[in-house]
Nanobody
């Protein structure tokens, strides 16, 4: 089992920044691909970003490219999502995911966190 706990969400004005963190425990963190997803009210959960086991490879949904950066620290068992130039349409609950295989928009991931709310006001 892997336990994932997100933090760092909150309320921010448009154009502002937030950094989300996801702390993992239970299994060897570096064995897992990590990703961030989000779900806005009335919408399906969507892929935001993913990072490979070593951190060398990253993937982003087009809508956040150039604004969000995913990173990981395998010594701290933590994955981050730095979000800059936030827009009201980024408002959602953000979820951390871990998977033994590569994470894509269609992956059924092994583990999920409980989510953290991000609200961007206009």
């Amino acid at each position: 089992q892997v336990q994932l706990v997100e933090s760092g969400g909150g309320l921010v004005q448009a154009g502002g920044s937030l950094r989300l963190s996801c702390a993992a425990s239970g299994r060897t963190f570096s064995n897992y691909y990590m990703g961030w997803f989000r779900q806005a009210p009335g919408n399906e959960r969507e892929f935001v970003a993913a990072i490979s086991w070593s951190g060398r490879t990253t993937y982003y949904v087009d809508s956040v490219k150039g604004r969000f950066t995913i990173s990981r620290d395998n010594t701290k068992n933590t994955v981050y999502l730095q979000m800059n130039s936030l827009k009201p349409e980024d408002t959602a609950v953000y979820y951390c995911a871990a998977n033994s295989a590569r994470i894509t928009a269609r992956t059924i991931n092994d583990y999920w966190g409980q989510g953290t709310q991000v609200t961007v006001s206009s």
